[in-house]
């Protein structure tokens, strides 16, 4: 391996875009990722005839224009088959009133909404046009935050009026947003806001950014949508894969980064790699595209390798992001409603937010007449680290039971309906994936840390970049793509070069 090359440390669906676009580009890429598979938190793994996505089960940016779609048509692989959701997802308040369904179309979607949140247009409207300023900008690839002039020159071209008007509230939260409109006293809109914005944003109305806030509300519809893919998530991870291969990458799978060094006034990085066989591999490389959480520097890099300390305690000052619970179940289909949407969210006393993924017939997923259903919630990893193997097992035994009791509850089963259950936790999560503690789905989007405020891809060493969902702009296949292609730009700036990726083939 030549010390020109550059390495890209995991395999989840950042590293993976941004080793493809890397070896598209021509340079020498070499991409390590630790499991004996690829795909990270929107991987998947297979119990019987069962396949159960990890952790990610719906993607946004497939549509026209959309990031995927973008980077697929860049990379010259095909779109994965996928199916728009509608609803996108069916979110029930547990207040005994009717589910709020987010319908695909914008029509239908805003008659539901002035149905189930009377009063409540304006919010709405005003979301929307944050929403559109928004998402011109994002397509125009600023780079956020801004760290050189490089980066001001792409967020200044990016920038157009509206940005500048929706710009005074990057300071706003979606609380903010619904007091400026009056709607401050509808608890029920307030409840619904909560529980979607948890998912995204890790954060509640009160606390996510309104800039933020306001575009992951109105993912599911047209002309962007939330989409479900036929086989598994894996197919995202398959094709990247199969371009990065196609254009000359090094593939090391099932091989371990443990340290990582740059000596001083040196501009190569020493790479430490454990195989499968515990063998050490030492790599040498110009940059590394780093895509594992910003907290695994701390581990990797030890304190001579030359991460400042300054920089060392900005990471520890990251807040803490949560952890999850994960049931994976599979009943036959004939247990659940007919007409049951493929995710539902529910109110849950305990957990606050119970997200549920439900296979469709001949999604490959499971065998004819079956399903998968899967469900997740939020947890404090903290809560689930230093326990001794038996509180962790009996801790384990009493949420997988709490978990399938409000499923039983919610879909009329009966214990003996499941066919297969299991949870896993943090714990499972940090084995998997190897994000520390277990911690999942990146940084909370507050005002204070969300976009131009977030935590930068460049780091203070020189070469050394960071993506993945701690990066703007955020967790979610898409977005980790999306953080991908801005560091692969900045990369490729440093040497003289220009990545342009049209927005519409
Ligand atoms: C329960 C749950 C549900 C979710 N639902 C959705 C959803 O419906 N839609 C959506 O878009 N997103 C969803 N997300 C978020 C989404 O899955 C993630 O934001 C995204 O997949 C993260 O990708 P990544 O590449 O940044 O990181 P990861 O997927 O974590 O990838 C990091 C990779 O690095 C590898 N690695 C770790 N340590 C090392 C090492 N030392 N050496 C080499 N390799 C290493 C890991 O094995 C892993 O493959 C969900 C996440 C969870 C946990």
Known sequence: MSEESIIVVGGGIAGLTGAALLAKEGYQVTLVESHSQLGGCAGTFKRGSYTFDVGATQVAGLESGGIHHRLFNYLDIPLPDAQILDPGCSVVLGDGSRPINLWHDPFRWQKERQEQFPGSELFWSLCSKIHESNWGFVGRDPILPVRNFWDLSQLIKAIRPSNLLTGFLSKFTIADLLALTGCQK??????????????????????????????????????????????????????????????????????????????KNSNIFDVNVIDSRKNLIRLKASDIVFSLPPQS??????????????????????????????????????NLPVDCPAHIQIFDEDFGSLFIS?????????????????????????????????????????????????LNKKFNLLETSWDHQELSTPRSFERWTGRPGGIVGGLGQHPDQFGPFGFSSRTPLRGLWLCGDSIYPGEGTAGVSQSAMMVVRQLMESKGRHLNIPLFN
């Open 186 to 263: 509808d608890r029920r809109l307030l409840n619904f806001l909560d529980l979607q914005l948890k998912l995204y944003s890790q954060e509640p109305a009160s606390r996510t950014a309104a800039l933020y806030g306001a575009t992951v509300l109105q993912m599911a519809q047209h002309p962007r949508g939330l989409w479900h893919l036929y086989g598994s998530m894996q197919i995202l991870s398959d094709l990247l894969k199969d371009s990065f291969l196609r254009d000359g990458g090094n593939l090391l799978i099932g091989h371990r980064v443990t340290k990582i060094l740059n000596k």
């Open 297 to 334: 520097l701390l581990d990797l890099i030890p304190i001579d390798g030359g991460l400042s300390t300054t920089y060392r305690e900005s990471i520890k000052k990251l807040p803490k992001p949560s952890g999850a619970l994960v049931f994976y179940g599979a009943l036959s289909r004939s």
């Open 358 to 406: 439900i296979s469709m017939e001949d999604d490959q997923r499971a065998p004819t007449g079956m399903a998968t259903l899967i469900a997740s919630v939020f947890v404090d990893i903290d809560q689930w680290s230093n326990l001794d193997s038996q509180s962790y097992a009996m801790k384990k035994n009493i949420f997988a039971k709490k978990i399938r009791t409000i």
